[in-house]
């Protein structure tokens, strides 16, 4: 692959992780999530390329 679609690539992903967790942490301080686990899944799609892909994990307030 090129290396602009190398960087084009890294930053959409770090757009994509950035803007994430701040979501996540204003989500859990609204709701008062300390000490709580949540089940997370995120799923990314790509329109052209029939790519759906999806991860999943768990998501710890601290306590």
Do not use: C, P, W
Not at 2 to 22: A, H, I, P
Not at 29 to 42: D, F, L
């Amino acid at each position: 692959m090129s290396e602009d679609f190398n960087m084009s690539m890294r930053k959409f992903l770090k757009q994509v992780g950035v803007t994430s967790q701040q979501q996540i942490e204003e989500a859990m301080r609204e709701k008062g999530a300390s000490g709580k686990t949540y089940e997370a899944k995120m799923v990314l799609t790509i329109d052209g390329l029939e790519l759906e892909h999806t991860v999943t994990g768990t998501i710890s307030g601290q306590s």
